[in-house]
């Protein structure tokens, strides 16, 4: 059983930074697709992030490039989103996931973890 597990989120002002971490367990992830979500309140889930677990490809919304770096430690079976130069628009709950390469969905997912960003 994949388990994913956030931590990492808080309160932040703008300019400031804040890194998230994803705990994956239940499996070997080395033909993953590791990703970060966010969802703000009353708008979509959109996609931020993702990373390859084997190679380190990394992939990032227009809206993070250049803010936002995703990376993965092997050895922790963890993921991190460091995020910097936050900006209120930000604000959301950011969730870790996970797919198979070939797959097209992701279809493992963690709780959640508040990112608020202050004015």
């Known amino acids: 059983q994949v388990q994913l597990v956030e931590s990492g989120g808080g309160l932040v002002q703008a300019g400031g930074s804040l890194r998230l971490s994803c705990a994956a367990s239940g499996r070997t992830f080395s033909n993953y697709l590791m990703g970060w979500f966010r969802q703000a309140a009353g708008k979509e889930r959109e996609f931020v992030a993702s990373i390859t677990w084997s190679g380190g490809s990394t992939y990032y919304a227009d809206s993070v490039k250049g803010r936002f770096t995703i990376s993965r430690d092997n050895a922790k079976n963890t993921v991190y989103l460091q995020m910097n130069s936050l900006k209120p628009e930000d604000t959301a709950v950011y969730y870790c996931?996970?797919?198979?390469?070939?797959?097209?969905?992701?279809?493992?997912w963690g709780q959640g973890t508040q990112v608020t960003v202050s004015s």
């Open positions: 996931a996970a797919r198979l390469i070939h797959n097209n969905e992701y279809d493992h």
